[in-house]
């Protein structure tokens, strides 16, 4: 792993459901992933709310991965749509920031077979590496 | 609630027998769920996905799953079979023949120690998604050089253990063994077993899985090249009464669910359903077919094949007599699906005179409590409505 | 502060052989919110398994962690095993150290120990954060009200009744059976509608579980699972219920073919309704029927099979055939509906009976023609690619059933959803006649177009679901889960900084949120049986009043704060 790659963090928000069900089949299949992401399961993507994503960049996130279930396949009754809407309107908003939406990968329904799982992680941490790194938006050390 | 707790034996741990357990269960009773094979979750827990959704088949099943083997109410064998089914003193009393497996599901770790060390290939998980996940041993394919047993950590492995019989004195039995695939071989107009690209649905669910070896993608099965056409035989060997007399009933919407998904991964494919009647009933169903003729470009042609054979060139030539031109056309697909050679499963013990009765077209009839595929072609909703339906009626009591 | 108990699993070297336990062991021990810190060879092996299990209690700790293989493996066992020690399943955490670190990045050990330190700060985060948002136990009224007395309403009556439960049925008629009251023969038994109810009639009378309710609808309910207030209005005016349960049999209409087919205008151009009426009074008087499938069904306005209309065709089309002499039925049909193999056998009679078949295009519908009365039917054979003309004295359209706008009404009231055809949702694929809103339960025409005999299942289907809830005497609302296990909690608005501006109440799936007036405010409650604890509510709440207690904000504020947190 490279020197950059260190700055690589990950968060991923992932639901117990089809956002971590492909992670335990990737595990299972022994697929080698980045270690650069960390998961904080939820209940249902829903819950993930806009607050959480910029206080995770600002705790020295590189990049933030929202995974849940398919648009129509939520097990809450729909719970999902809100939040995929709620959180590409946040796409926006870190574009115009000048953080970049580009940072904020939102998975619904494409991570809940093993090796797409596996693709998104690699492929969002390929993307992330490649970009600027944060330093200018985190607060000076304490 | 009213009543003594009963003992209820559910034969056939698919949709309708988990079903059908959860409500026993949940109505205070105990249920012992007698299953073939090492899993619950039957033919459906291995489809790739479920119409009309198009979502992934094994979530659903798997909490239902779960919650059977979670239950304290409910004694799940599996490789097991009934035995013996006799009356006793106003009951039934069942003798269960459970086989058990090489590898002891309850100090089984998974940690794959055996299937690195088999040089067979002979040790696999069970299937995807097991809870808890758990290996077992091909025998056929096992060399017997015991190198499993050297590798487990936990000693899980053990050949030649003994079945076990157990004795269940039960109020009532369902009967919910699902459906099994019929050989087409005897059919020789459908080319079954001919040619590798002339499969039954069941074999192109499992070959085009997300989650089987190609990854979900479209391929043929004789070269792996990218096919440029499939064709969907619908009603082949049913509808028909030199073979199966009957309608499955789940056929169409299994054949627009394959098709539709085809397309969805590789628009490119031309996918052509040949049918007799499209039996789009239940819910959304027509509105799911619907979305064929609005341009994603699935073609629906009425029209029973006449003779299906490969191509000396490659290729799979299809006879049928499109019935809105009138025309008799021979066609050259790369892939030909087949649909509709499902039959009610007919397990070989116990003996006859303790099986069910069955009507002329092998369905159980009325006279014992079933449900499911085995009672009549069905779908997993109209499943799950009979097995709850069944669970009532055997709670209730089918005596007196 | 409640300190934890931490247990880290080496899985027989599977996960040790990556990730440096040992330093991660020190780590935690130095941690002033851990209590101990045990190395495990095997956690779900019966040795060690007990061994932690007498850990938990004899050190009467209240929060356990886990390091161990995945929570869709043996780890959730040892989980819930250890839950029972005394301790509160969710306070037993767990990190996946197998399949989601060990196995993923064994070519990175370091950055995999990294990784499961990290991991395993933010559960004691969780842990050492998280509130209770305190159970409730619902008494479950021991009562159902069974609103529709059709088959399937009849069916779901008698079941419960026989079950044991008090039963209040109702129905906007004056005696039982609806629409089956007024079928002469109901396919494919060939029994008179009345007949086939006779049973489950005779039992709404004689069972003193069931009171029967005629000429009654239903005013309001207001309630949820287990405890549900109706207010019924029928002849002797309003009476209130108390029911556990609610299920919904409240049918369906047949639609009227308006200007179809020159119904209304000729003569002889009849529903199957007025066939069974013809039938009910004799013999219809005709030489030959002509049956058209699919009016105004599967159409742009009506995109679905209304799955009787076939085998309803069918079934008329054998009696004229079997009772009038010399009488001839014809069938003209888009697809013969017919799945399965009883009804694939009915199929097979009628056409051993000689009724006949003639397929059409539904961009080609057949035309009646008649002056005054129907004389004849052309119809363009799609099969044989030409037009047929068939004199006949009758025309029977089968039109489809189409939902009852009471029954809409019925469900906003439940606060269930209804479709885009007007038919009531059901819970898919596994939970046919269960309802998003807990202890609602949907069964016959009302949920989708099915037979009497389908009805009749889905009533006992309804039965036994609801009979299992009314059956427990209290239930606590934690465990009224959808998933597996318990839910992690319930949702909770702090009245003092909610400013009542309902965004939660949209967004909540399950319509547990509320706005309740208190003085001069309007306040967010959560109705505990209903929440799922999905997290939808929090996350749109604009000033964090709405939190789910077990994983409030401080939580994943933590956890988020520890997830990149250097580990020497």
């Known amino acids: 792993m490279t020197a950059d790659a260190k700055n690589v963090n990950i968060l991923v928000f992932a639901c117990r459901w089809c956002g971590l069900i492909g992670a335990d089949t990737a595990g299972r299949r022994r697929m080698e992933l980045p270690a650069s992401f960390r998961v904080i399961p939820v209940e249902c993507a829903g819950y993930v709310e806009p607050d959480a994503v910029i206080r995770a960049y600002a705790s020295g996130a590189a990049g933030v991965a929202v995974l849940g279930c398919h648009i129509g396949g939520c097990r809450f009754n729909d719970a999902n749509h809100p939040a995929l809407k709620r959180l590409e309107l946040l796409k926006t908003l870190l574009d115009t920031t000048g953080i970049g939406g580009n940072r904020l990968l939102l998975g619904f329904g494409t991570a809940h077979e093993y090796h797409q799982w596996a693709d998104t992680i690699r492929a969002f941490h390929e993307h992330v590496a490649g970009l600027p790194s944060m330093a200018s938006w985190l607060p000076a050390k304490q | ?280 009933v239940g819910r959304d169903y027509y509105e799911y077919a619907l979305r064929d003729f609005n341009g994603n470009g699935v073609r629906l042609v009425r029209g029973r094949p006449s003779m299906i054979h490969p191509l000396p060139g490659g290729g799979i030539a299809v006879r049928y007599e ?5 025309r008799r056309e021979i066609r050259k697909f790369d892939m030909v699906v087949l649909n509709g050679n499902l039959k009610p499963s007919l397990p070989s013990r116990p003996a006859p005179e303790a099986r069910p009765e069955r009507g002329d077209e092998g369905f159980v009839s009325p006279t014992a409590v079933s449900c499911g595929f085995v009672m009549e072609p069905a779908d997993v909703t109209e499943s799950a409505i009979q097995a709850s339906s069944a669970a009532l009626r055997s709670i209730l009591g089918t005596r007196g | ?99 989601g670190c060990a196995w993923v990045h064994g070519k990175d050990p370091a950055g995999a120990t990294r990784k499961a330190a990290n991991q395993l700060d933010m559960e004691l985060a969780f842990l050492q954060n998280m509130r209770d948002s305190k159970d409730v136990a619902v008494r479950i009224q021991q009562g159902a009200l069974v609103i529709g007395a059709g088959p399937a309403g009849l069916s779901a009556a008698c079941g419960l009744a026989r079950l044991g439960f008090p039963v209040h049925l109702i129905d906007r008629g004056t005696s039982p059976g609806g629409l089956l009251n007024m079928v002469t023969r109901v396919y494919p038994s060939d029994v008179p509608g009345p007949e086939k109810l006779a049973a489950l009639v005779a039992e709404t009378r004689s069972n003193p579980l069931i009171r029967f309710y005629g000429k009654t609808k239903v005013a309001s309910v207001r309630g949820y699972a287990g405890d549900f207030k109706v207010a019924l209005a029928g002849p002797e005016g309003k009476t209130t219920l108390r029911v556990g349960a609610v299920v919904l049999a409240t049918g369906a209409r047949l639609l009227f073919p308006q200007g179809l087919y020159g119904y209304g205008k000729l003569k002889g151009v009849i529903t199957q309704m007025e066939m069974e009426r013809q039938f009910a009074a004799g013999k219809p008087a005709c030489q030959s029927a002509v049956f058209i499938q699919c009016v105004g069904a599967r159409n742009a306005e009506r995109p679905y099979c209304s799955t009787i209309c076939c085998p309803l065709s069918l079934k008329n089309a054998m009696r004229i055939v079997d009772e009038i002499p010399g009488a001839k039925a014809t069938v003209l049909h888009r697809d013969i509906m017919t799945p399965g193999s009883v009804l694939e056998a009915y199929y097979r009679k009628a056409l051993r009976m000689g009724v006949q078949f003639i397929r059409f295009d539904a961009d080609r519908p057949p035309e009646a023609r008649g002056d005054g009365q129907v004389s004849a039917v052309d119809v363009f054979d799609a099969i044989n690619g030409t037009t047929r003309t068939i004199e006949t004295d009758l025309l029977v359209l089968s039109t489809p059933l189409v939902a009852d706008p009471e029954s809409a009404a019925l469900a906003r009231m439940l606060e269930i959803p209804v479709d885009r055809h007007g038919f009531i949702a059901e819970v898919y694929p596994v939970h046919p006649v ?93 109705i505990k049986v209903r929440c799922k604890a999905c997290g939808s509510c929090a996350s749109v709440c604009p000033n964090g009043a709405m939190q789910i207690p077990e994983q409030n904000y401080r939580v994943t504020g933590e956890m988020i704060r520890r997830a990149f947190r250097e580990v020497p």
């Open chain 2, 322 to 326: 499109d019935t809105s031109t009138g």
């Open chain 3, 434 to 526: 269960e309802t998003r809103n807990d202890g609602v339960f949907i069964c016959g025409t009302a949920r989708w177009p099915v037979s009497s005999d389908q009805a009749v299942a889905q009533g006992e289907a309804a039965a036994v679901k609801a009979a299992s809830f009314l059956g427990r005497q209290t239930v606590p609302a934690l465990s009224m889960s959808r998933v597996p296990g318990t839910k992690l909690g319930h949702a909770e608005a702090d009245a003092s900084a909610c400013t009542g501006c309902g965004n939660c109440v949209a967004v909540c799936p399950y319509s547990a949120c509320k706005l309740q007036r208190t003085g001069n405010r309007s306040v967010s409650r959560v």
């Open chain 3, 1 to 99: 502060m409640t300190k934890t108990g931490v247990f880290l699993c080496n899985c027989y070297g599977e996960i040790g052989k990556v990730i440096d336990l040992e330093s991660i062991r020190k780590r935690l021990e130095a941690d002033p919110a851990v209590d101990f810190v045990s190395v495990r060879e095997s956690l779900c092996m019966p040795g060690d398994a007990a061994e932690a299990r007498a850990l938990v209690c004899g050190r009467g700790i209240g929060k356990v962690l886990l390091g161990a293989c995945s929570p869709y493996g043996r780890m959730e066992m040892v989980r819930l095993a250890l839950a029972k020690e005394g301790v509160d399943v969710r306070t037993v955490r767990a990190v996946d150290l197998r399949e």
């Open chain 2, 1 to 280: 609630m009213a009543g003594n707790r009963k003992t209820i034996l559910v034969v056939g741990g698919g949709v309708a027998g988990i079903s059908a357990a959860l409500d026993i269960a949940a109505g205070g009773h105990r249920v012992h769920l007698v299953e073939k094979n090492d899993d619950l979750g039957g033919q459906v827990a291995k489809l790739d996905k479920f119409y009309p959704t198009d979502h992934c088949a094994f979530c659903p099943l798997w909490t239902e799953i779960r919650r059977c083997k979670e239950s304290e109410a409910v004694t799940i064998h599996t490789l097991s079979r009934v035995e013996t089914l006799e009356q006793a003193e106003g009951r039934h009393r069942a003798v269960i023949l459970e086989s058990a497996p090489v590898v002891d599901p309850a100090l089984c770790i998974y940690c794959g120690r055996c299937e690195a060390a088999c040089p067979k290939g002979a040790a696999r998980p069970i299937w995807e998604h097991a809870y808890p996940p758990v290996y077992c041993i091909d025998r056929e394919r096992c060399g017997d050089c015991r190198a499993c047993m050297e590798a487990c950590p936990t000693k899980a492995i053990a050949f030649d253990r003994d079945e076990r019989k157990i004795t269940v004195d039960a109020d009532e039995v369902i009967w919910a063994a699902g459906f099994d695939e019929v050989s087409l071989a005897p059919m020789k107009e459908y080319g079954w077993g001919t040619h590798p690209d002339i499969l039954t649905s069941l074999e192109f669910e499992a070959w085009k899985a997300e989650a089987g070896d190609n990854r979900g993608k479209i391929l043929r099965r004789s070269d792996r090249a990218v096919p440029r056409s499939i064709a969907f035989i619908q009603c082949a060997g049913a509808r028909d009464l030199r073979f199966l007399p009957y309608c499955s009933a789940v056929c169409c919407m299994h054949a627009l669910k394959q098709a539709q998904w085809v397309k969805r991964r590789n628009p490119a494919v031309d996918c052509v359903i040949l049918y007799t009647d499209l039996r789009t």
